[in-house]
């Protein structure tokens, strides 16, 4: 079923009266983050996960002993007419973080999987690898910063937060930790004309 603009402003819990001017906007993406910031103008609202940021709890099967990890510099964003997703991350204690319990394998995007919280998450296909923005610190320590140009099915999965990133190890090879990417609003610079943007391209990806 197509979602009309107006619904999809109501989910957001915004009201909108007279004519709408829409432009490019960049929204900021958080890593599996606390409860009740979401913008989740998706098919799939996003409540909380298991843990926020890059954890073990937050893969399928749990995994109690990992690493951690989260954001870090610029952080992570997706620019809505250029379709590029610009992501700065870190985990691993040389960036402040824990260490990976196992040496790392590979670090990929997944999707479409869920976050099934208070159950176990989904867990999904590969839709790109991570390896060739990645810069190790050691084996169990490292930082992925770069951008990637998400195909149209792409930004729908992260319109519908079915996007998460996977860093697998070693001594766990179906992934240590795990971070659901999230659209949320941006403090300092979230606009209502941003969000008519987002919506209208939503829209325009569900004809």
């Known amino acids: 079923m197509k979602r009309t603009l107006v619904g999809l402003l109501t989910l957001t819990g915004i009201s909108f009266a007279g004519p709408m001017t829409t432009q490019a906007a960049v929204f900021q993406v958080d890593l599996s983050p606390g409860p009740g910031v979401a913008l989740n103008l998706g098919a799939n609202p996003y ?15 749990a995994v109690v002993l990992s690493g951690s990890g989260n954001e870090i510099g610029a952080g992570i964003s997706y620019d809505d007419v250029s379709n590029q997703l610009s992501f700065d991350l870190a985990y ?15 670090l990929h995007v997944h999707g479409p999987g869920l976050v099934n919280f208070p159950g176990p998450n989904i867990n999904a296909g590969v839709q790109f690898g991570l390896a060739g923005f990645h810069t190790p610190s050691g084996t169990k320590s490292g930082r992925i910063t770069g951008n990637q140009v998400l195909t149209a099915a792409q930004e729908q999965l992260l319109i519908d937060n079915a996007l998460y990133v996977n860093i697998h190890s070693d001594v766990n090879p179906g992934g240590e930790i795990r971070a659901q990417l999230i659209l949320v609003p941006e403090p300092t610079t979230f606009t209502l004309l941003g969000l008519g943007s987002l919506a209208l391209m939503v829209m325009r990806r569900r004809k």
Do not use: K
């Open 47 to 61: 409540t909380q996960d298991h843990a926020v940021g890059l954890s073990g709890l937050n893969e399928s099967p």
């Open 92 to 106: 691993g204690s040389a960036f402040g973080f824990s260490d990976l319990v196992g040496n790392l394998t590979v």
